[in-house]
């Protein structure tokens, strides 16, 4: 199996990922904004901001399909999927961990917080959102396998839930021969032709049943394998055409979520534009690759986890501290999602430097090391 280090980053690719999630934190700081102010009313654009979960997941079967080669015909052995699971693993859980942790501290402060004020301990648990036994689900990335009606804990997370149901999907992938890696190929288009067409008969959004974010997950995951599989389409097309088709796939991208057209027409633009920036060619691309744009998209993983938990904060402590109304003007609601979003940068930073990475590599290193002492040659 081909090691991540020896592939060249899509550095499209990352910052897109970057400017989505910047794109998603918009969507959920929405509700901070001044009662006179409805964003839904002239716009569908955040709205629809689920939809760029959709994009991740696009992106992520796309990535994974180049790092790993799944146009190689051989299976892979054992010991390859197990250095692939690890990776995985690295990639997402131990952030995932720390900010569960640190949701689950913070509502025992406000627990605390309330008991000696109130006499009463609450908070922590509220029988929905947060209980137990999706606290567990949670500590083990199936908290999005269909147990739930909704999203629980740190709420992003249950987008990494869905991503990791597909990292086990791709290594059964990997473990199969040409034949049987096309045919189960064929299966996951058909999942993923019944999903959509489904959504565009009923005209449905795709976050409508929390109980199907695999297939949600699964469906736009394969558009990414499916993609990778079809790249070479656009080899042959010039830097000139290739910037025009990406200028147009954005601009209608855009038009299509602010008038709120069917998820699978903007689902398909978005696997578009996926498709013609994977060789960093074209103007858009270009800008893409800009360092300070590059430099969020490597933050991204960093800003979807942690903004959620920011809002928490901000909706807990803002008025209590500062006596001010969260929605008191238009301005000073605008100033303080602007604020908010701001300070998400910085935080991501630190947590990409001083978490992510470290803890990523410190169990790629472990891991990878148990794993190849087991396969060591032993000498007599």
């Known amino acids: 199996m081909t090691p991540i280090s020896n592939k060249s980053e899509i550095r499209s690719h990352t910052a897109l990922r970057g400017l989505a999630?910047?794109?998603?934190?918009?969507?959920?700081?929405?509700?901070?904004?001044?009662?006179?102010?409805?964003?839904?009313?002239?716009?569908?654009?955040?709205?629809?901001?689920?939809?760029?979960?959709?994009?991740?997941?696009?992106?992520s079967g796309f990535v994974l399909s180049y790092v790993y080669g799944i146009e190689h015909p051989e299976r892979r052995t054992f010991r390859d999927i197990t250095h692939y699971l690890i990776a995985r693993f690295a990639r997402i859980y131990p952030l995932h961990l720390i900010s569960l942790i640190a949701v689950f501290l913070f509502f025992i402060t406000v627990a605390l917080i309330s008991w000696s004020q109130n006499g009463t301990f609450c908070c922590v648990f509220d029988g929905s959102l947060r209980s137990p036994d999706s606290l567990l689900a949670n500590l083990f990335l199936v908290h999005a396998w269909g147990m739930f009606d909704w999203v629980t804990w740190n709420f992003p997370s249950w987008s990494l839930s869905a991503e990791f149901f597909c990292y086990l999907i791709f290594a059964t992938l990997l473990t199969m021969d040409s034949g049987s890696r096309k045919l189960a190929l064929i299966a996951l288009l058909c999942i993923v032709l019944l999903y959509y067409g489904f959504h565009l008969i009923t005209s449905g959004d795709v976050d409508e049943n929390f109980r199907f974010s695999v297939v949600r997950?699964?469906?736009?995951?394969?558009?990414?394998?499916?993609?990778?599989?079809?790249?070479?389409?656009?080899?042959?097309?010039?830097?000139?055409?290739?910037?025009?088709?990406?200028?147009?796939?954005?601009?209608?991208?855009?038009?299509?979520?602010?008038?709120?057209?069917?998820?699978?027409?903007?689902?398909?633009?978005?696997?578009?534009?996926?498709?013609?920036?994977?060789?960093?060619?074209?103007?858009?691309?270009?800008?893409?690759?800009?360092?300070?744009?590059?430099?969020?998209?490597?933050?991204?993983y960093s800003i979807y986890m942690w903004h959620y938990l920011i809002k928490?904060?901000?909706?807990?402590?803002?008025?209590?501290?500062?006596?001010?109304?969260?929605?008191?003007?238009?301005?000073?609601?605008?100033?303080?999602?602007?604020?908010?979003?701001?300070?998400?940068?910085?935080?991501?930073?630190?947590?990409?430097?001083?978490?992510?990475?470290?803890?990523?590599?410190?169990?790629?290193?472990?891991?990878?090391?148990?794993l190849e002492t087991k396969y060591a040659p032993k000498y007599t």
């Open 21 to 59: 999630a910047l794109i998603v934190v918009l969507v959920h700081f929405r509700s901070f904004f001044h009662p006179s102010i409805h964003p839904d009313e002239v716009t569908f654009f955040l709205a629809k901001g689920y939809l760029w979960v959709d994009f991740f997941f696009i992106l």
């Open 217 to 300: 997950a699964t469906s736009a995951f394969s558009i990414g394998i499916v993609l990778f599989l079809g790249r070479q389409t656009i080899s042959a097309l010039s830097e000139k055409c290739l910037t025009h088709i990406q200028i147009t796939a954005s601009i209608t991208l855009l038009l299509t979520l602010h008038f709120g057209v069917p998820d699978v027409i903007s689902i398909s633009l978005m696997a578009l534009i996926v498709l013609v920036t994977w060789e960093d060619r074209g103007s858009l691309c270009n800008w893409l690759a800009t360092r300070h744009i590059h430099t969020i998209g490597l933050f991204s």
């Open 312 to 370: 928490f904060i901000a909706q807990k402590d803002w008025e209590y501290y500062t006596g001010l109304p969260l929605q008191s003007s238009i301005p000073g609601s605008a100033i303080f999602v602007a604020c908010l979003t701001g300070l998400i940068i910085p935080i991501s930073a630190w947590s990409y430097r001083s978490l992510e990475m470290p803890a990523r590599r410190w169990i790629s290193i472990r891991l990878n090391c148990l």
